[in-house]
């Protein structure tokens, strides 16, 4: 297998929280998340957990022993969280957290796991390609959100509405109804979406994170099988500078998104 990644940051001058690293026959891709200037809660920061989770997960993925991938998250969770519980207030709501996208080649089978938000493209032989990703941040995010459906923007109220929504998700978060991210409990990782596929099925693998499938929604530059073609002709890079070039051309306008950090790993057969 080999794997072309590509990354960038959302903000210049702010640190990548994404995190994308492969070992012989595995890619992992992580997207971090957590609260601006909660340094009181967690010195480390989200990049920090982002970049040593990857780290832990890549270091067990690198033993091919044929483990199963929760269990390999799980593992490398724990072992983070007691590395930072004594320093830090790990359990807090606001502590670093990320998504989570594994892929691994063994025993003839992609095998793959996904934890909230991520995605996964995978390009078949027949049938065209076919995305996965863990839908529960998004759902749960539209139900705690729908309550600011015509409340008017920059006003008392809407900020009032607005703070009562974040804490209505973050209730939600790593817990049964709600939807699950890697942060500080082990047992997260026995919520994330598995499966494996033949390989012989499969013609390429993408990992996309957050930032980087915008390409498709909401920018709508593209569809899934024209993600397929512009990684196949041009690599992952070009997938970001898309985005980013719509970022940029659209950034004055009053309802544009804020630039989220991209990052994309595109797998394909080894050359013979």
Request: glycine content about 10%; aromatic content about 4%; overall charge negative.
């Amino acid at each position: 297998m080999h794997v072309s990644m590509a990354t960038s940051a959302g903000q210049a001058g702010q640190p990548n929280e994404d995190f994308a690293g492969a070992v012989p026959g595995a890619v992992v891709l992580l997207d971090g998340a957590g609260i601006p200037d909660t340094e009181s809660i967690c010195s480390h920061g989200v990049a920090w957990y982002t970049h040593r989770l990857g780290g832990a997960l890549l270091g067990r993925l690198s033993r091919d022993d044929g483990q199963d991938l929760t269990t390999i998250l799980a593992s490398a969770i724990g072992e983070l969280a007691a590395g930072h519980r004594d320093s830090c207030d790990v359990t807090n709501p606001s502590s670093p957290q990320a998504t989570v996208a594994m892929v691994r080649a063994h025993g003839g089978r992609l095998d793959y796991l996904l934890l909230a938000d991520s995605f996964l493209l995978l390009d078949q032989l027949d049938g065209g390609p076919q995305v996965l990703t863990d839908e529960r941040e998004v759902s749960t995010r539209r139900a705690c959100t729908a309550a600011l459906d015509g409340v008017v923007r920059g006003t008392p109220e809407y900020d009032r509405v607005r703070d009562s929504c974040v804490d209505a998700l973050r209730a939600r978060r790593n817990q049964p109804g709600g939807y699950w991210i890697a942060k500080d409990d082990p047992h997260a990782a026995e919520e994330a979406v598995t499966g494996s596929r033949p390989l012989e099925d499969l013609n390429t693998v993408a990992l996309l994170s957050n930032g980087a499938s915008r390409i498709v929604s909401p920018y709508g530059l593209t569809d899934w099988p024209g993600v397929v073609k512009l990684l196949d002709a041009n690599g992952p890079a070009e997938i970001i500078r898309r985005v980013r070039q719509t970022e940029a051309r659209t950034a004055q306008d009053s309802d544009a998104l804020v630039p989220d950090d991209a990052t994309v790993a595109h797998c394909t057969r080894s050359p013979r």
